[in-house]
């Protein structure tokens, strides 16, 4: 029998399952990408696209949000609400229209406070209007195209994740490119993610009305026919019910080329959707990297084969993954968190799992990622596990997090020096964290900063 280690996924494969984690960023559900690649690729085969294309089609369509967490932080400080929320609306509404806009701005100005404050929240957006907006999306379509390149990829799949959100008839942003002046790709972007949003609020009917009333305003008229066409075929939607993992769309997966060696390495893509992470909120700037180089160091000095500390690693970038579905209300709160905000707080370990559970070779680092708030007298979340339930590499994880999280300012206290860390951590050595790790990190008190650290351009 074939024995998988991480490093042997596929970079389609792997490509898939992460972009289950943009979905939520974006207020999606987990499939939003996925099913939107489903669909780009039956258009790339009605279209007849050659195979190049149609492979960075396919890495476009699953990456077109990698830039969202960029402006998370914003929307939610401008709306005064869930950025989840805010940016799923903002994805349905025609910003081109001025009504629309306004219709938007109301129904996501601060829906949960008191009036006053509501109006007080209209009024800064009124201001801010369309050109807000505009900013948003730069925001989020420049980093897009910056975190694609540093995955990778030189030209093709960023040019097609800057322009995603112009529109055929010049209405669009960043640029108010038109017409064929859109590069193809981002005009297939633009398409597919309308008609997955629609389609799964509204139904087929929903998805073709949408189409056929932005055909030549938002879309360009050719492949909106296309896509009208193919969705005279009755099991079109009816297939896409069934899509929501990497699996479901393994019959599309392009062949792995050398264009794509740095793609296909595990440990960069890791660390670049930690990155993604650590982009969410101000306050965790580069935690996710420091935490995963924290629990190497740590893996490393305990004696962990190098196998091991690969995993250990891996789980370092990837355990805050589920952060990406928390609200930027909750993780920038300057005071303490109500039950309910803990509640979807803690929330994001479990998440951690859900987002990688559907890439089979990775499910032990997926279980591993998401155990770094168990502790080890059972104290701790998402499962209450204790003892050796706790694997080794989620004991090292927590011991690196939790002194990460010490070390580094947060909204509601500046950063404790290292001997403050230590000395706080230590009566839980042995009981709630693991002792010989503690030791370990205590062994060697040099914090890691950015110069210790790749970081991508993107990530200021
Ligand atoms: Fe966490
Ligand atoms: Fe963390």
Not at 219 to 241: K, M, N, T, V, Y
Not at 272 to 294: C, E, M
Not at 428 to 433: E, P, R
């Amino acid at each position: 029998m074939e024995i998988h280690t991480p490093l042997q996924i596929e970079p389609a494969e792997l490509m898939a399952g992460l972009s289950r984690a943009l979905d939520l960023t974006e207020g999606e559900p987990m499939g939003h990408s996925i099913r939107s690649c489903w669909i780009g690729m039956h258009l790339a085969q009605d279209l007849s696209l050659p195979p190049l294309v149609s492979s960075d089609l396919y890495y476009a369509l699953l990456l077109k949000d990698a830039g969202c967490s960029a402006n998370a932080a914003q929307v939610s400080s401008w709306f005064g609400t869930d950025d989840h929320d805010a940016k799923s609306d903002l994805k349905q509404v025609n910003w081109s229209r001025f009504y629309e806009a306004v219709r938007f701005a109301l129904r996501n100005a601060a829906p949960h406070e008191r009036f006053s404050r509501r109006l007080g929240q209209m009024v800064q957006l009124s201001q801010r209007g369309l050109k807000a907006a505009h900013e948003l999306v730069a925001v989020r379509c420049t980093r897009g195209a910056q975190i694609v390149r540093s995955l990778g990829w030189s030209e093709g799949v960023p040019d097609a994740v800057l322009s995603l959100d112009e529109h055929w008839d010049g209405s669009g942003y960043p640029q108010g490119l038109q017409g064929q002046d859109i590069p193809l790709m981002s005009r297939m972007l633009l398409l597919c993610q309308t008609v997955e949003i629609f389609w799964r609020r509204q139904g087929p009917e929903g998805a073709i009305r949408v189409v056929s009333e932005r055909r030549g305003r938002w879309f360009d008229p050719e492949l909106a026919e296309a896509f009208l066409r193919r969705a005279q075929d009755p099991s079109f939607f009816a297939q896409l019910g069934q899509v929501d993992t990497p699996e479901a769309i393994r019959q599309f997966f392009p062949s792995v080329t050398d264009a794509f060696r740095k793609v296909g390495d595990i440990l960069h893509t890791a660390e670049v959707f930690g990155q993604i992470v650590d982009a969410k909120s101000p306050w965790t700037r580069l935690h996710s990297i420091r935490t995963a180089h924290y629990a190497q160091r740590i893996a490393r000095d305990m004696g962990l084969p190098p196998q091991e500390q690969q995993e250990v690693l891996l789980a370092g970038f990837f355990h805050d993954l589920g952060k990406l579905g928390v609200s930027n209300l909750i993780l920038d709160k300057p005071g303490k968190l109500t039950a309910e905000e803990r509640q979807r707080m803690e929330r994001h370990a479990s998440l951690t799992y859900e987002i990688l559970e559907p890439l089979t070779s990775l499910r032990s680092v997926a279980f591993q990622a998401s155990c770094h708030h168990e502790r080890l007298d059972g104290s701790g979340y998402a499962g209450g596990l204790a003892g050796g339930e706790v694997p080794l590499a989620s004991q090292i994880v927590a011991v690196a997090d939790v002194f990460d999280a010490l070390t580094a300012d947060r909204p509601y206290r500046a950063g404790l020096s290292v001997a403050e860390a230590f000395q706080l951590m230590r009566p839980d050595a042995g009981t709630k964290l693991n002792g010989s790790a503690f030791e370990a990190l205590m062994a060697r008190p040099e914090v890691i900063n950015e110069d210790d650290v790749a970081w991508g351009e993107w990530a200021q």
